[in-house]
């Protein structure tokens, strides 16, 4: 089902350890790509957005209601997170398909929707495979693909195609942008790739020290 996004994520005055220090931000677009250097705040953000991280003060608001206010089980099943390591449970590519809807309490997809996701991450392979011959790129399509089957309302992605190549991060990230455009959902992305920066510049967020970049330190 489609949805329109709004104003999904305002924080204000969020400060954590010595890591964030954050006056004023809002994640309002279809596509939000965090970049900065290493050590710059990109995935401890991205982890305070559903509540992996607790800012030490300050405040981040999801649809104008406080995270605190939110219990963390029904957050993390509107706001989605996939890490930079692949995380495959044992057993077959089905099994890891429906593991995350499993978690998140939905319906089961069918057959049919799990082999057209796995067709739109380019992962080739049957539904009855075992998931432990399959390479680091491999694992890294299938739980996107698997993210991408949960009736999530915001996708948080830490460097979502770090173990492909340019080509294939291409195809990678183009495919998930025309699906969460279609869905009317959001995607957030940490990103150190320049390429892929290049690919959404009016989307971008860059953090510098744990600051917007060009707000003094």
């Known amino acids: 089902?489609?949805?329109?996004?709004?104003?999904?994520?305002?924080?204000?005055?969020?400060?954590?350890?010595?890591?964030?220090?954050i006056t004023q931000l809002t994640l309002e677009k279809p596509v939000v790509c965090l970049v900065g250097a290493s050590g710059s705040g990109k995935t401890t953000l991205l982890r305070h957005l559903n509540r992996l991280n607790e800012p030490d003060s300050g405040q981040i608001f999801y649809n104008g209601v406080d995270l605190k206010a939110i219990d963390p089980i029904e957050l993390r099943r509107k706001v989605v997170m996939l890490g930079q390591t692949p995380v495959i449970y044992d057993g077959t590519i089905l099994d890891?398909?429906?593991?995350?809807a499993r978690f998140a309490k939905q319906p089961l997809p069918d057959n049919e929707t799990m082999t057209a996701v796995l067709e739109r991450v380019g992962l080739s392979k049957s539904l009855d495979s075992f998931c432990d011959k399959l390479s680091g790129g491999e694992k890294q399509r299938?739980?996107?693909?698997?993210?991408?089957?949960?009736?999530?309302?915001?996708?948080?992605?830490d460097e979502p195609s770090s173990a492909l190549d340019w080509e294939t991060e291409q195809f990678m990230i183009g495919n998930l942008v025309d699906y969460v455009?279609?869905?009317g959902r959001q995607l957030i992305m940490v990103s150190h790739s320049l390429q892929v920066e290049e690919m959404f510049p009016d989307e971008?967020?860059?953090l510098e020290q744990g600051r917007l970049k060009g707000v003094e330190i």
Request: with cysteine; proline share 0%; net charge positive.
């Open 204 to 206: 971008v967020v860059t």
């Open 96 to 100: 890891n398909l429906q593991i995350g």
């Open 1 to 21: 089902m489609r949805r329109e996004v709004t104003d999904l994520f305002t924080i204000q005055n969020l400060k954590f350890r010595s890591v964030l220090d």
């Open 181 to 183: 455009r279609e869905k």
């Open 142 to 157: 299938l739980c996107m693909a698997r993210v991408m089957l949960m009736e999530a309302e915001t996708y948080l992605m």
